[in-house]
């Protein structure tokens, strides 16, 4: 080929692969854009409609924590006899029904609250077992006498997963 004819042929071409390579570019921006705006008007719409929903479940689960407080539970449920295992056993089942009634908020709340919530809650579950398993305990009078008395020693299990609702709330604003 002739020199000449190769420099024209450049010559043409250049800048057409130039303009097609900044025209390609522009217009990828421009549907990027177009399609992230797309999504985060759904995501706003959809959060205008989930918002209430996950704020009832972090009501109802503020509700539960304060219900499993050892400070109310045993306030609240009153023994059903003098046996002190009776009584564990009852408080422990009251726990779990109400644990079992909220299950299905887990859907609306992050798994790490959800996870802190559980964890309070097998807290306390485990804060009464092993006061009904201290010797000088003898009656469910007694066993309700030394988790109240513990209370006041240390905070309940239900506090700390309270204060993490209430963060996780005040990033919804």
Not at 39 to 60: C, H, I
């Amino acid at each position: 080929m002739n020199s000449p004819l190769i420099v024209e042929i450049m010559a043409y071409t250049l800048p057409s692969l130039i303009t097609g390579g900044v025209a390609y570019f522009l217009f990828n921006s421009h549907f990027k854009d177009q399609q992230n705006t797309r999504r985060w008007l759904l995501q706003k719409d959809n959060q205008a409609s989930t918002l209430p929903v996950r704020l009832q479940a972090y009501e109802r689960m503020t509700l539960f924590m304060e219900r499993i407080n050892p400070s109310q539970l045993m306030v609240r449920i009153s023994p059903l006899s003098e046996d002190k295992n009776d009584y564990r056993n009852f408080v422990i089942a009251q726990i779990e029904q109400e644990f079992e009634h909220n299950l299905a908020q887990q859907i609306y709340i992050s798994e790490r609250c959800w996870s802190i919530i559980v964890t309070a809650k097998n807290a306390t579950i485990q804060m009464i077992r092993l006061a009904a398993a201290n010797e000088k305990v003898t009656n469910a009078d007694g066993l309700r006498e030394l988790v109240l008395s513990d209370l006041l020693e240390k905070p309940s299990p239900s506090s700390a997963a309270l204060a993490f609702i209430k963060d996780e709330v005040g990033q919804l604003w």
